[in-house]
């Protein structure tokens, strides 16, 4: 059975779990509770600023409702898998913005960036209608301190006139698309991590964001670091060639994802079974260290779920310390001297990993 095909059958499996536990209860969740928002000090394009994150509800992302979706992704266990109104959509976005404005007194920052996450594709009128869109990007338009709008998409939804018609709505800004390239390996995006997207496709919505001149919109790659399948020290060097890729397309900002492992997945249950953990911190450091001096376009290294059972992990001892060191490198855009000279006794077990992982041909790590 291809891999697609045990994928797709594991995605099907937890969509008839999450809908019978949730027909089993008394109390259904509203859909409110499906979208979530934070902020906080956060790199943006030209300097440190502050970022609002903002989680709406959406029917779910078609690819992987239609196709089993990517063999990493939770999207569909954080979704309501309903069909949800755009009047419904706006008065959530509309609970989830206040919500931000009473904790934050947003008018105090100069530089301020939202970044808007839909469970799937927010160019997608059947995820996100349009009426609902623009109806948001109308209200970040009221907030000249607001400089970044950012979103995320699959290529095939990335239409020029569509995004003219966005941009035309937040005109001062910048407004920056999103988009799961994850590897330039297309062996590797297609038959590992299921994501439906190949080289052209990816090159050519690139091609279609940067041929706007009226206004300024600009592509972001989002790259998986370590998907399933791969040793250590090819997840590095997929990561690395990644970001070169990337830049000579067109992109002008990256973002690294480390593996976290999300139940209902493929990766969830290779790593049930010991056949695969996610990547060492130090594999997100080396790629860090090598990625700054390789390209010249902003990278952010993404350290959710760090530490953790299920994330990125390398021992107790030095787990908080390097998240709050590579946070500081996002921050600065560089490789600080305490990232630089930072060391812990299972650094060696990452090195032997490294070295010997190939050899063994296993993508799971000897942690503790």
């Known amino acids: 059975m291809k891999l697609q095909e045990v994928n797709k059958s594991i995605r099907q499996h937890s969509i ?33 600023g502050f970022t609002i994150f903002i989680v709406l509800p959406t029917s779910g992302c078609e690819w992987a409702t239609k196709s089993g979706g990517c063999t990493m992704c939770s999207y569909i266990a954080d979704s309501p898998l309903m069909d949800i109104s755009s009047s419904q959509l706006i008065e959530i976005f509309d609970q989830q913005w206040n919500k931000q404005l009473e904790r934050n007194d947003i008018d105090s920052y100069d530089n301020v960036a939202v970044k808007l996450f839909a469970s799937g594709s927010f160019l997608n009128t059947n995820e996100v209608p349009l009426k609902t869109q623009e109806y948001i990007f109308n209200k970040f338009n009221e907030y000249d301190n607001i400089k970044e709008v950012i979103v995320e998409s699959k290529p095939e939804y990335i239409n020029r006139d569509l995004l003219i018609n966005l941009a ?7 407004f920056e698309i999103g988009i799961g390239l994850e590897t330039s390996n297309e062996e590797t995006r297609l038959n590992k991590i299921n994501k439906g997207i190949t080289n052209k496709s990816f090159e050519k919505s690139v091609d279609t964001i940067n041929s706007i001149t009226e206004y300024d919109v600009r592509a972001k790659a989002y ?56 990547p060492w911190i130090w594999t997100t450091i080396e790629i860090l260290k090598q990625v700054r001096n390789t390209v010249d376009i902003p990278v952010i290294m993404d350290t959710a779920g760090f530490g953790t059972r299920r994330g990125p992990y390398n021992c107790k001892k030095c787990n908080a310390k390097l998240k709050n060191l590579i946070i500081d490198s996002n921050l600065k855009q560089e490789i600080t001297p305490e990232l630089e000279e930072f060391t812990c006794e299972c650094k060696t077990r990452w090195q032997a990993d490294l070295e010997f992982g190939d050899m063994l041909n296993s993508t799971s790590n000897p942690k503790t």
């Open 168 to 174: 035309s709505l937040i005109p001062d800004k910048i």
């Open 16 to 48: 008839e779990n999450i809908i019978n536990k949730r027909d089993r209860k008394k109390d259904k969740k509203p859909l409110s509770a499906y979208a979530t928002s934070w902020s906080g000090e956060d790199r943006l394009y030209d300097s440190v």
């Open 223 to 278: 790259l998986l670091v370590k998907p399933i399948l791969l040793s250590e020290k090819e997840a590095i060097q997929e990561a690395v060639e990644s970001a070169k890729y990337a830049q000579s397309v067109g992109v002008k900002r990256l973002s690294y994802c480390p593996a976290t492992v999300h139940g209902g997945t493929l990766m969830d249950y290779l790593w049930k079974h010991g056949s695969y953990n996610p």
